[in-house]
């Protein structure tokens, strides 16, 4: 049969036109009718009309419902999806936060165990060599500037290289496999290097804190040797310098001061428990009359 509103051809059946969707009204009659086209027509029951489409409206009804569900599973999957995704780079980021944290406390470590971390690293030549590089920069610094206290000098220089050395070299080992600096000799290579020269750093070190506190034992007994000549000798003069010149054991030293007028007297100094920071300067009598 034909369409009633665009002519073309349809299923004999159908009730509205596929094409244009004009609904096919026919009579109910037991003969087909022939339309001026020549095209046999046959009228379907109105009632059987409205069942169909009542059929057709609850199979479009069900089609819409079951096309939003599916839709709206979808949407609930990707929103899961994204949910997810965010959760992964919150955990992420709170990973990566607590090992930057704990990367950080540790690099508070590093400053205070240096030496340990490097054994701990397998880089113990470095770290050997760090320290007795840190000894001797202490103990030049300490005989240029002996009133300043040793122990903060070390501590500066200490704190200085370990907490940045370490970072250094853990990573040119990470990346290069670097045991030993490359830009040194391969003679800093050997183990037996790095053992001398830390035990040479501690005796050098040792020398030099000797030196230092004689240095400001010298320095300290000057104005106190000005003061002896002139409170108990009534003296006019000025010490310009103080060197020791023998040490009869830890506490006690004989020192040649040198005068205002450039001459030279020899005084004893005596120092309390073995401290260079409390003593006593002693001018003979014979020394001072000889003023």
């Not at 036109?17 to 379907?44: H, L, M, S, Y």
């Not at 409170?231 to 060197?243: P, R």
Request: proline share 3%; with cysteine.
């Amino acid at each position: 049969m034909y369409c009633t509103q665009c002519g073309k051809k349809i299923n004999e059946e159908a009730l509205f036109c596929p094409f244009c969707g004009a609904e096919q009204r026919q009579k109910n009659t037991d003969k087909p009718e022939v339309a001026e086209e020549g095209e046999t027509k046959v009228d379907i029951p109105e009632e059987n009309i409205e069942e169909e489409t009542s059929s057709y409206k609850a199979e479009d009804e069900q089609n819409n419902a079951e096309e939003s569900e599916k839709i709206e599973n979808e949407t609930n999957s990707v929103g899961k999806e994204a949910e997810d995704t965010s959760e992964e780079r919150t955990d992420d980021k709170s990973k990566g936060s607590n090992k930057e944290e704990s990367n950080h406390n540790w690099d508070s470590w590093r400053a205070l165990l240096g030496p340990f971390y490097y054994f701990q690293e397998g880089l113990w030549k470095k770290g050997l060599l760090l320290l007795s590089a840190i000894f001797l920069a202490s103990s030049a610094l300490f005989n240029m500037f002996p009133q300043t206290s040793f122990i903060w000098i070390f501590l500066i220089l200490y704190i200085a290289v370990f907490e940045y050395m370490p970072r250094k070299d853990i990573e040119r080992k990470k990346q290069n496999n670097e045991i030993m600096w490359k830009e040194l000799p391969p003679f800093f290579n050997k183990d037996i290097v790095a053992i001398v020269a830390i035990v040479v750093s501690v005796l050098v070190l040792f020398i030099s804190i000797d030196s230092a506190g004689r240095s400001r034992l010298e320095k300290n007994a000057e104005p106190v040797v000005t003061e002896v000549l002139q409170d108990n000798y009534g003296l006019d003069y000025t010490c310009n310098d103080v060197n020791i010149t023998e040490e009869y054991d830890n506490s006690n030293y004989r020192a040649a001061a040198t005068l205002d007028d450039n001459s030279v007297i020899h005084v004893n100094i005596e120092t309390y428990s073995g401290s260079r920071g409390n003593f006593n300067v002693q001018i003979p009598y014979e020394e001072a009359y000889l003023l």
